[in-house]
């Protein structure tokens, strides 16, 4: 083998370099030429067999070669009249400068330009949707400036791994410029419509992948004449490396490509097509595709398999939706987008910049700079009347240019209602005007349109209302308040417990740092379990909780109140403020029965979000009391009985436990067929109950109508006793507001333990109470064992008599309900509450807003005192007296 | 340059291509060969250097051809041969010197001795 010095390599490229200038202005081609005088000067170095070859070597066989003589090479041609030396340089320099502008610059702005601004994405589709394309692409610019370099420098040191880059730097840059080739003649207009210099440059970008493709092609063929010396012919590791990379585009979007076909079979009409291609995607799918696909965006990835073989238009983002809740249980505006690079346009964090559900009835997706800036809830707990009223204070802030709507599901404590709302407006309290539903929605959606101040108070299911604020003005805040009057949960007579109302659902941000504050008086004594909570007796003599919860907080058991109350107290009565003077209400406690129900079937629910509860759920139900039928119906994708009816004994409540502890949990699963069964389970019994364990159901899925009509057509049918497992709506029970079958177990702060409790209770070992309220006159009130209580008795006394009148389905009292609502400023599934700007507005809708002086309010600690003065005197005369009560 | 330099110059050059397109017609030969043969003429003056574009040239017109063979000594050998239109070519031009030749030949014997 020769081995070459390097002066003497140095001398020869010299030489042709001299040589190639000359030759450019003949006809010859001088590519063939050098390469030619190449293979002669490696053929005299053979012939002279030399085994180094030096400069000197070089110099000899040069000089015997000679350069060309243009005169003579050209013989009859006539010499064309331009300079020679130039015209040669400026081809070369042209060609070089073409391979690196269109090889190796344009894709590599292209990409860095697309993964800073992500404008493809937002105008086309998503190019690079993950960082295995990410490499892929950056791929072709870096082979074509090894390739490039390598034929300036001629290193032949690695000719297969050269040609293996060609090839790869093709298969890429021909995959990509099959992706585009769509849009290829909107670039072209675009290039043709160049107004200014960089509007020009921004329509090369999708003529890159081919431009790229164009420049590798005439890089290989430098390749072969400057490297591997074959002019033509194939080139060593250029197949393997085109088919490796080909294969490894095609295996990076295999994720997007079998997304998307089980996206387009989830989206079917059919039932079980639908669930396969659910099933497909639980196992299959890429999560940050579905993801990207449910925003309102143009960007969802491309990949070639997809364009070439499913021409069927992409599923409209609102089934995407659907369909990434069944297939991960999640909600998508919870979870924060994926972010590539630095592209944060279309998709910026998880919030919306456009909120279309503004004026309308759906809380929907976290909205671009809105936020719960202060939060506090003021109260006043009256344990003797087994009553409490609570003022929830909200400000909301926007950062965002422009005017937002805030919208929240509320959940109240079970019973609740909410009696008052207030708007400050330019700094003052402006009192809502209550009416009928509709009433008040009109008028909220016609202020909201001319851009007015209006709140809206409507119910949105069992004890759930519905809050919407507007404008909350930009980079302004706005302040309201609601007003809830509740029944306390009694666990026994001796205490009863306050559950703070929480938010299920909500447009608008919480801070992590966020703290609500709380502060509850009440004449009894209080306690609170939340580590932010102070518990303390005032210098009034009155007792206290006050602090500071987070909102995770409110909805354990740290948001749960237990006070302290007079077992004596059977009664409480008040003044209706409503009615004719002389209106009393007279509430009583009554024990009520604690037999368990007949029957009882289970619905578990098998969402993923259910996974982590199930374990204290299956230990829970060795609970249940041995001797009554029960059943387990597993809400999955299909509703399956998990235990057949039966009686109920230790081993086959450990064996259904087990069952239960080994659910696999998945997706988001439609739990209305599972209670349809539960339902036809329990048809034919007396006293039957459907315990319903499932986590938040923020997607509605299935039809809820049937279920509906099961429970209003047989209203002495079984109950529906509801237990959820951790903060969410819950569409399904929202469509079940008029159902008095509706139960909600004890509230202890966690599914877990609120099916404990019902347990309990069933066992024997809980007591159960009912709370009866009714007109009375002064000759009703009794003499012994009753409280005076606060006018929040009188509301509560309206909304049974309101609720009875909806739940009874006679239309014909349907204004009554309504007259009664409005009377007693009561939000109902009947009626509603809004604050409008001006006296007009509310002239205009035919409302009337409340008396300030008449709406409840958190009493002053005066007045507490005097109400746990009463309080005492009522306690020392019953002691006087020495009657026990017996409850 | 003196006349008798410059008329030789002009002599190469018509008659270069003439003498590539004869040393082919009687059929393929290895380009080096070819090379070598060409440059041995004595009168021609010609290096291999001068000769690799003009064989270029004479490709790039049509008037011969070249290929390519795998060599088991090294790089790959390249062969010419003349095109149809080549042989042509050469057919018409040997024809023409010829009677050039001829003619020049003729004049000089006239004005010679007789």
Not at chain 1, 532 to 540: A, K, L, V, W
């Amino acid at each position: 083998m020769t081995e070459w010095t390097p002066s003497a390599i140095e001398a020869r490229d010299r030489y042709l370099e001299k040589a190639r200038i000359r030759v450019a202005s003949t006809g010859a081609d001088p590519a063939e030429v050098m390469e030619d005088l190449r293979q002669h000067i490696d053929r005299e170095i053979e012939q002279l067999r030399l085994t180094v070859v030096t400069s000197e070597d070089i110099r000899r066989i040069l000089s015997r070669i000679g350069l060309p003589d243009i005169e003579i090479a050209n013989g009859s041609e006539r010499s064309p009249v331009s300079t020679l030396r130039g015209r040669g340089r400026f081809r070369r320099g042209l060609s070089n400068v073409s391979l690196v502008l269109f090889g190796l610059v344009l894709p590599a702005v292209a990409l860095g330009f697309e993964l800073v601004t992500g404008f493809c994405r937002d105008a086309f589709f998503d190019p690079i949707p993950s960082w295995g394309h990410i490499v892929l692409v950056a791929m072709v610019p870096l082979a074509n400036l090894v390739i490039w370099w390598a034929t300036r420098r001629r290193w032949d040191a690695q000719p297969w791994a050269l040609g293996a880059a060609s090839g790869a730097s093709l298969a890429i840059s021909l995959y990509y410029a099959a992706l585009f080739l769509p849009i290829l003649p909107i670039a072209f207009l675009g290039l043709a419509a160049v107004i200014y210099f960089g509007l020009g440059l921004l329509a090369l970008l999708p003529m890159a992948p081919l431009l790229a493709f164009i420049s590798g092609l005439f890089l290989r063929r430098r390749l072969q004449r400057e490297i591997l010396k074959k002019a033509g012919s194939r080139v060593p590791g250029s197949r393997w490396g085109f088919v490796a990379a080909l294969l490894a585009a095609l295996v990076v979007s295999a994720p997007d490509y079998v997304t998307k076909l089980g996206l387009s079979i989830a989206a079917s009409e059919s039932p079980q097509q639908s669930l396969r291609g659910i099933q497909l995607l639980r196992a299959m799918g890429n999560r940050d595709f579905l993801l990207r696909a449910c925003y309102r965006s143009m960007g969802g990835p491309a990949d070639l398999v997809t364009t070439l073989f499913f021409s069927k238009a992409g599923t409209s983002p609102d089934k995407v939706r659907t369909i990434f809740y069944r297939v991960t249980g999640e909600q998508f505006e919870t979870i924060p987008p994926p972010r590539i690079g630095l592209r944060g346009r279309g998709l910026a964090g998880m919030d919306f910049d456009f909120d279309r559900e503004q004026g309308g009835e759906t809380v929907a997706g976290r909205l671009k700079g809105l936020s719960l800036a202060e939060s506090r809830l003021d109260g006043v707990v009256d344990p003797d009347a087994v009553a409490a009223y609570v003022e929830w204070t909200m400000v909301f802030r926007n950062d965002h240019g422009a005017q937002r709507e805030a919208r929240a599901q509320i959940l109240l404590p079970e019973g609740a209602v909410v009696s008052r709302v207030t708007l400050w407006i330019n700094g003052e309290p402006r009192e809502a005007a209550f009416g009928g539903r509709g009433t008040v929605r009109q008028a909220y959606e016609r202020v909201v349109k001319q851009r007015r101040d209006p709140v809206l108070v409507t119910t949105c299911g069992p004890d759930r209302v519905l809050l919407q604020c507007f404008p909350v003005p930009p980079n302004g805040e706005m302040k309201v308040r609601i007003g809830i009057t509740a029944p306390l949960q009694l666990e026994n007579l001796d205490s009863g417990l306050f559950a703070l109302p929480r938010l299920l659902e909500r447009n608008f941000k919480i801070a992590e740092e966020h703290r609500h504050a709380v502060w509850i008086e009440s004449p009894r004594p209080l306690a609170a379990p939340g580590e932010g909570i102070i518990t303390e007796r005032t210098g009034e003599g009155l007792h206290a909780v006050r602090g500071r919860l987070q909102d995770r907080e409110l909805a354990g058991p740290a948001g749960i109140i237990r006070a302290d109350r007079s077992r004596d107290i059977a009664y409480a009565w008040t003044g209706d403020p409503f009615g004719k003077p002389g209106d009393l209400v007279l509430q009583s406690v009554e024990t009520a029965t604690s037999a368990p129900p007949s029957g009882v079937v289970f619905v578990v629910d098998g969402s993923a979000e259910m996974a982590r509860h199930l374990p204290k759920i299956a230990a829970t139900l060795q609970g249940f009391p041995s001797g009554v039928e029960f059943a387990i119906v597993l809400a999955s994708d299909k509703a399956t009985d998990l235990v057949s009816l039966q009686q109920a004994t230790p081993e086959n409540l450990g064996r259904a436990g087990g069952l239960v502890r080994h659910i696999r949990c998945k997706g988001g699963m439609d739990n209305v067929a599972a209670l349809l069964r539960a339902w036809d389970l329990l048809a034919a019994t007396e006293r039957g109950a459907i315990v319903w364990i499932h986590g938040p159901l923020p997607v509605p899925l299935g039809s809820v109508e049937e279920l509906r009509q099961h429970f209003r057509r047989r209203p002495h049918g079984p109950i529906l006793v509801d237990v959820q497992a951790g903060p969410g709506p819950n569409r399904v029970l929202e469509k079940l507001e008029d159902v008095s079958a509706v139960r909600r177990a004890p509230y202890r702060g966690g599914a877990e333990a609120d099916l404990a409790a019902l347990l309990l209770r069933w066992n024997g070992k809980g007591e159960s109470f009912v709370l009866r309220r009714a007109k009375a006159t002064q000759a009703d009130i009794p003499s012994a064992h009753a409280a005076k209580g606060t006018d929040h008795l009188a509301r509560l006394r309206a909304l049974d008599e309101i609720l009875s009148i909806l739940r009874s389905g006679d239309k014909g009292r349907l204004d009554e309900a309504k007259e009664l609502a409005v009377k007693y400023q009561l939000v109902t599934p009947i009626s509603g509450a809004v604050v409008l700007e001006t006296a007009q507005q509310y002239k205009d809708a035919g409302l009337n807003p409340a008396d300030p002086r008449a709406v409840p309010v958190v009493p002053e600690p005066s007045t507490l005192i005097l109400l746990a003065g009463g309080l005492l005197a009522a306690r020392l005369l019953t002691r006087r007296r020495g009657r026990h009560p017996r409850v | 340059m003196d006349f008798f330099d410059n008329w030789t110059v002009q002599m190469r050059k018509g008659l270069l291509e003439l003498c590539v397109l004869n040393a082919l017609e009687g059929g393929e030969r290895y380009g080096y060969d070819l090379v070598k043969l060409l440059t041995d003429i004595p009168g021609l003056g010609i290096t291999e250097g001068t000769l690799y574009p003009l064989l270029s040239r004479l490709r790039v017109q049509g008037l011969i051809t070249a290929r390519l063979e795998e060599s088991p000594e090294g790089p790959a050998r390249k062969y010419y041969s003349l095109t149809p239109e080549g042989k042509r070519i050469v057919r018409l031009m040997n024809t023409h010197l010829d009677l050039l030749a001829r003619g020049s030949r003729s004049l000089r014997q006239k004005g010679g001795t007789s």
